[in-house]
């Protein structure tokens, strides 16, 4: 049977509907950055998605291929997932989302080196007719984070965001955004097959003990 990273790592990919602590390790991820409204039709963030899955894919079935990776063990596609920020913007404002910057990841398998992700973006490329050269092989400690199962439209985030707030406040902790943590959302859900009230979003926030 197949590696799944949702089974495999639960208490990473499949939290309760209330705010948990957790410490996650270091992984490895196809990655794309970009900027703006995820949603515009063509626009470069359905591109990047695009280009996550078409390398994402190629390293997946490369056992077909000439191309051999030590250790490699049959495994499903992880779900898409992603950084998010705005300049200037104290948490998340969804009134203006032009002004979103996104990393886009999907997680590696570990055995997964560079040479075989530097391998699937040039397989790729010729195969899928398409320029994946916007992908690299990013690597992310996020450590010590809250973490919530979001369950709806991703407007109604801030609701579930609180959540998490008033929890660190109960708690002792409180959230460690910079420029290298930031916000993350995972995403269970297929949009284009699930109604939007049953959308199931992981949300992750960096968190640190709060001094007293």
């Known amino acids: 049977m197949a590696f799944d990273f949702k089974k495999e790592y639960k208490e990473f990919y499949m939290p309760k509907n209330k705010p948990e602590i957790v410490t996650v390790p270091k992984a490895n991820y196809i990655a794309v950055r970009g900027m703006g ?3 515009e039709e063509g626009g470069a963030y359905q591109k990047a998605i695009g280009v996550l899955y078409a390398v994402a894919y190629t390293l997946k079935m490369s056992y077909k291929t000439e191309h051999k990776m030590e250790g490699f063990y049959e495994y499903v596609v992880p779900p898409l997932e992603g ?3 705005q ?3 104290e948490g998340v404002d969804y009134s203006d989302k032009s002004t979103f910057h996104w990393i886009s990841v999907i997680r590696l398998p570990d055995f997964v080196r560079k040479e075989d992700f530097d391998w699937a973006v040039e397989t790729a490329t ?4 398409m320029d994946c050269t916007a992908a690299e092989y990013l690597t992310i400690e996020e450590g ?4 919530i199962m979001h369950t709806g439209p991703f407007d109604e985030e801030p609701a579930t965001v609180k959540i998490m707030d008033d929890y660190l406040k109960a708690n002792g902790y409180e959230n460690d955004f910079s420029k290298q943590r930031l916000h993350h959302e995972i995403y269970l859900s297929d949009a284009r097959k699930v109604s ?3 959308w199931r979003t992981v949300i992750r926030h960096p968190i640190r003990e709060r001094n007293v």
């Open 87 to 89: 300049d200037n913007v």
């Open 126 to 129: 010729a195969k899928k007719k």
């Open 196 to 198: 939007s009230d049953k």
């Open 144 to 147: 010590l984070c809250v973490q």
């Open 83 to 85: 950084f998010w920020w």
């Open 37 to 39: 409204n995820p949603n």
